[in-house]
């Protein structure tokens, strides 16, 4: 007669420890016990600027992770063809689980930045500093471009 071996099998699932005995066990994707920092909205407060122009750009993050997210950085961008082009920044505060912060930073659109409309985005942890379990969801683009315009000439 054959003898079962019944080895009790661990898994660390959302947190909780499981015992499974004999059966297999499909792990969860999400990296437990990490920060997830996700933008949830982003707007500039003038539909359009000039080029070393500052304005401001309004954003909310928010931690969906398991853990705690350190102080960290919200960086704004214009989209130009493929290329993000950095306009500004604001820090972020410590955020714990479930937590948001919304805030307002300075932007200025460089020189050399032809005129045109341009996606707006707004990249929590831009720098990559916190270990996230996620960092596909960090950048949000704001629902309308920000045109940008050149000075009328002096004559």
Known sequence: MRR????PTFVLSLGLALLVVGAPVALATRTLGRPD??????SSSV???MENKPFRVHDRVVNRGLAAA???LTRYFIKRGGT????GLRKVPRLAPGKSSAGTGEAIVPSGIPAGAYPLLACANSAGTIKESNTRNNCLTAAHKLKVTKPKPVL
């Open 4 to 7: 079962s071996r019944n080895r």
């Open 70 to 72: 350190k102080p960290s």
């Open 84 to 87: 993000r082009v950095p306009i």
């Open 47 to 49: 539909p359009s600027t």
């Open 37 to 42: 920092l996700v933008e949830t909205a982003v």
